[in-house]
């Protein structure tokens, strides 16, 4: 007797719609998720909606909070002070990975997309600057080939893309972020790892400085 999984599980589409909406805050972060509304919204019960929350708040995107409800997870900048190092630490091994282990081909494959970091920063693209670094950091950690680096960073740049504050709208982090990477892909021609592995390291510390500055600044303005 065969036993078949139904890939597309009204959960699974709940969780999907849901990470969407909570990524570009059309539920913001600190919002109360009232469950009768969701479920009409999506139009499925609400058993297949508490199973997709329990899943986010595993991932945590949503804090469940026993006797008050379900709040779409709010970073504080205490949180991203927590998160970043050990981001930085993680990142740092993935570039040491790479630099001490790369082929050709996955070289040139970083190259291409460096370049079109370039491009967008020429251009002053913040947005499309943004996601091909998503897309870069994702393919140093295939690169790097460690399934278990790739969990651990992987759950943790789910909760980093919680962030409000962009990074690189501070005034001239575009540009320091651009020789951060100028500086890494120098590291992987030379096969250079612990150069690699400083630079990530350095990267991913200063965006975080970034973020303090942001986060500050938004503090003064609407204290």
Same mark, same amino acid.
Request: glycine residues 6%.
């Given at each position: 007797?065969?036993?078949?999984?139904?890939?597309?599980s009204?959960s699974q589409?709940?969780?999907?719609?849901?990470r969407?909406?909570i990524y570009?805050h059309?539920?913001?972060?600190g919002?109360r998720? $009232? !469950?009768?509304?969701l479920? !009409?919204?999506?139009?499925i019960s609400?058993?297949p909606?508490?199973e997709a929350l329990?899943v986010?708040?595993?991932e945590?995107l949503?804090?469940?909070?026993?006797?008050?409800g379900c709040?779409?997870?709010?970073?504080?900048l205490?949180d991203?002070?927590?998160?970043?190092?050990?981001?930085?630490t993680?990142e740092g091994?993935?570039?040491?990975?790479?630099?001490?282990?790369?082929?050709a081909a996955q070289?040139k494959?970083?190259?291409?997309l460096?370049?079109?970091? !370039?491009?967008?920063?020429a251009?002053g693209?913040v947005n499309?600057?943004?996601?091909t670094n998503?897309?870069?950091?994702?393919?140093?950690?295939e690169c790097?080939?460690n399934?278990w680096?790739q969990i651990v960073i992987?759950?943790l740049?789910?909760?980093?893309k919680?962030?409000?504050h962009h990074?690189l709208?501070? !005034?001239?982090?575009?540009?320091?972020s651009l020789?951060?990477?100028?500086?890494l892909m120098?590291a992987l021609?030379?096969q250079d790892a $612990?150069?690699?592995?400083?630079v990530?390291?350095?990267?991913?510390?200063?965006?975080?400085?970034?973020?303090r500055?942001?986060l500050?600044a938004n503090?003064v303005?609407h204290?």
């Amino acid at each position: 007797m065969k036993t078949r999984v139904n890939r597309s599980s009204l959960s699974q589409q709940a969780i999907d719609l849901l990470r969407g909406q909570i990524y570009d805050h059309r539920l913001a972060p600190g919002q109360r998720l $009232d !469950e009768a509304v969701l479920a !009409e919204q999506l139009g499925i019960s609400r058993t297949p909606l508490r199973e997709a929350l329990k899943v986010l708040s595993a991932e945590g995107l949503v804090d469940l909070q026993p006797h008050k409800g379900c709040f779409v997870t709010e970073l504080t900048l205490r949180d991203l002070e927590e998160i970043f190092p050990i981001m930085a630490t993680l990142e740092g091994r993935v570039a040491h990975e790479v630099a001490a282990k790369r082929t050709a081909a996955q070289l040139k494959s970083l190259d291409v997309l460096h370049d079109k970091l !370039e491009r967008h920063a020429a251009a002053g693209d913040v947005n499309r600057y943004y996601e091909t670094n998503y897309v870069f950091h994702d393919q140093l950690q295939e690169c790097a080939g460690n399934r278990w680096l790739q969990i651990v960073i992987g759950d943790l740049r789910k909760l980093l893309k919680l962030s409000r504050h962009h990074s690189l709208r501070l !005034e001239g982090r575009l540009t320091a972020s651009l020789a951060e990477h100028r500086a890494l892909m120098q590291a992987l021609h030379r096969q250079d790892a $612990d150069a690699a592995e400083q630079v990530m390291r350095g990267h991913l510390l200063a965006q975080l400085d970034a973020l303090r500055e942001l986060l500050l600044a938004n503090e003064v303005v609407h204290g």
